[in-house]
């Protein structure tokens, strides 16, 4: 299927314009040696850069990345070269007298200079006592700061030498300072050769924080872990080192792969593009994601940033995807990952239908994997259909197969690329070769090459016959089908499952008071339709249904009314026959709205009004509200109710779907 949907999309593009936006594969970078200069008090930077290349064929020119930079001096193997601006943020190199170069190794050096931007790309931070230069380079603007091969797939190592203005300052890079010395150009600090990684995962630092340090055990080696903040200390941020002590060591042991670097650094600074960034051995975040303890208001926010962007060390930074139309890789396995460790810390609910597919939201409702054919596409595909979307249908696959084949896999999937690239077709092909007798290629491929998701309608003959079909759930008039496990519980206690593969239709026979589909024992990422008598049905047995699946059953009911599969008659009819069922079914739904009210007084003073009473039974609070609200009953606008508010909401709702804080 992959291959006709490949071969449909491509279509549309030739294979000029394919590699006219792409770099060819012919000519490779193996490593950089980066000298940077920024200027601290004006607006630009000077650098130099030399780059070993392998040319696999006879090129005419050589071409690279470049973007806003000036190229003042340019050579190739010592020879002069002529500099030529192409499109695609792009800039080639050829030889006098139009010679080729010949196959084999190539020592290309450009000298440039270029100026700070504003959010990507090399640029100042405002610090609260002055600035800070860094670098935000993901996922195409590593260009931006010097010529280089920008895309994921062309991984090699870095030498990197910065200059600070003055011992004020200090430089930090991805791997340690090896030396320092003064000069009258400022301080110069040469780092450590890194591990091979593509060009975005490059981390950049000029500032005057201080730092907190620990020697912290991750494995079976100890490493020093330093947290760069403007008050660094053990107060302000020893949780966020316990954090990195228990998300390393859970991820070292999952993927059985030790984290290869002999350093970890942190830096909060105030973000522009978003609020984290997983660059390799210095991570970079926002203000205040750094600096926090166990009883801070964000703390679950906080916490559950850092385990996403750890879990990035191996799903991404380790093993990256070949291209961003691959991205829900890493960010999908990142997401599921985190969100497993972090459940471990009881800082978060489990992810839920409503988390998954939004209809409101259609970013939710892509296709996870798409052809991009320019810049802005790829910048586009952190989105959260690859958050979201992505990381619930890999718990699906883990409980379809059991955790334990799910994590054998995933290691050997890691192991295999270990610092190279993947594609959709390697992860597919590492669960299709360990499970031969499921179809589980039909199945990932259904989902991550089509837009929507399926809805599965049941239809009840009225002597135990239950057949199944599905209908897509898609904003547009396509007839998608899919390959889904479908999987019921009976009244009985009896459970099973279906692979409903696309166009066929399916039955069941039962003689049980109820059946249920989309059970919480294995999770799909589709909806279930019953006819009004089922519908009715199940409202009547509620009481025999477990309180896991009844809220499941609400996920599902609200998604349908939303995406007008259903109408309010039906769901009028079913609170009238059990009114009570309401808060059973309907937990997120009241979360959700509860958290677009909580900090605004009047509307959350009517909201408590309506449902007072029922939120304590929930566990929907977790203090008292009277504190905050006057006698009039409408709550004012104070610190006190402000920091309630998200001390509530991180405890309770705020679920750790990065993607929504546009954590990448």
Excluded at 215 to 240: C, H, L, Q, Y
Excluded at 403 to 427: C, R
Excluded at 644 to 655: A, H, Q, V
């Amino acid at each position: 299927m992959s291959q006709l949907l490949t071969v449909f999309v491509l279509l549309h593009l030739t294979a000029q314009e394919i590699w006219t936006f792409r770099l060819t594969r012919t000519v490779l970078p193996r490593h950089y040696s980066l000298k940077l200069h920024p200027n601290i008090d004006g607006d630009h930077f000077q650098g130099e850069v030399s780059i070993t290349v392998s040319s696999q064929m006879e090129e005419r020119r050589l071409i690279l990345h470049s973007m806003n930079l000036t190229i003042t001096q340019a050579t190739v193997n010592r020879q002069p070269v002529e500099v030529k601006e192409e499109s695609e943020q792009r800039i080639s190199l050829g030889l006098q007298n139009e010679e080729r170069f010949q196959p084999g190794e190539h020592q290309i050096r450009l000298v440039f200079n270029g100026t700070y931007q504003d959010r990507c790309g090399l640029r100042k931070a405002r610090t609260e006592e002055g600035v800070l230069i860094v670098n935000e380079s993901e996922p195409g603007y590593a260009r931006r700061i010097f010529p280089c091969f920008d895309e994921p797939s062309f991984k090699a190592r870095f030498n990197v030498r910065l200059i600070a203005p003055n011992a004020t300052y200090r430089a930090l890079s991805n791997m340690p300072e090896i030396a320092r010395y003064s000069t009258k150009a400022g301080i110069i600090y040469d780092f450590a050769t890194s591990v091979v990684m593509s060009t975005y995962l490059l981390s950049l630092v000029i500032t005057d924080y201080p730092f907190y340090e620990e020697m912290m055990k991750i494995g079976d080696k100890t490493i020093p872990v330093r947290i760069f903040t403007s008050k660094a200390s053990k107060e302000k941020n020893g949780a966020a080192v316990q954090a990195v002590k228990f998300y390393m060591n859970y991820y070292t042991e999952y993927t059985g792969i030790p984290c290869p670097l002999p350093k970890l650094d942190f830096i909060e600074y105030e973000k522009k593009k978003s609020p984290a960034t997983e660059t390799w051995g210095l991570v970079q975040f926002n203000w205040g994601y750094l600096s926090y303890n166990q009883n801070s208001t964000l703390y679950g926010l906080y916490v559950t940033s850092m385990a996403h962007e750890l879990s990035h060390f191996w799903f991404g930074n380790l093993v990256t995807n070949d291209w961003w139309s691959d991205l829900w890789i890493q960010e999908s396995f990142a997401s599921f990952i985190s969100k497993k460790s972090t459940s471990r810390r009881n800082l978060i609910k489990e992810m839920t239908l409503t988390g998954a597919i939004r209809f409101e939201d259609q970013s939710t409702m892509r296709q996870m994997v798409v052809p991009l054919n320019n810049t802005q596409d790829t910048q586009d595909r952190f989105n959260q259909v690859v958050y979201r979307k992505g990381s619930y249908l890999l718990r699906s696959l883990e409980r379809l197969i059991g955790e334990e084949a799910f994590q054998e896999i995933s290691k050997e999937y890691l192991k295999k690329h270990l610092f190279k690239t993947a594609t959709t077709n390697d992860v597919i092909e590492a669960f299709e070769e360990k499970l031969p007798n499921i179809n589980i290629r039909s199945f990932l491929e259904s989902f991550l090459f089509q837009e929507g998701c399926p809805i599965i309608n049941v239809n009840d003959s009225g002597d135990g016959l239950y057949t199944l079909e599905q209908v897509s759930g898609s904003s547009k008039e396509y007839d998608s089908k899919w390959t889904v496990p479908v999987s019921y519980r009976l009244g009985n206690g009896s459970r099973g499952l279906i692979w409903f593969d696309r166009d066929l239709e399916s039955e069941i026979r039962n003689l049980s008071d109820w059946i249920l589909f989309n059970t919480h024992q294995t999770p799909g990422l589709y909806l279930v339709n019953y006819t009004e008598r089922m519908w009715l049905n199940l409202v009547r047995n509620i009481d025999t249904i477990p309180l896991r699946e009844r809220s499941k059953l609400g996920d599902n009911l609200y998604l349908l009314y939303i995406g007008k599969y259903i109408n309010c008659d039906l769901i009028f009819t079913i609170i009238n026959k059990n009114s009570q069922m309401l808060l059973d079914w309907m937990m997120d739904v009241i979360a959700e709205i509860v958290t677009r009210t909580m900090c605004f007084p009047i509307q959350y003073a009517i909201l408590k009004d309506l449902i007072e009473g029922r939120f304590g039974d929930y566990q929907l609070a977790q203090a008292d509200y009277s504190d905050l609200c006057p006698s009039d009953g409408a709550p004012e606008i104070t610190d006190a109710h402000q920091a309630y508010c998200l001390r509530w909401m991180t405890r309770n709702l705020i679920k750790p779907d990065i993607a929504v804080n546009g954590t990448q």
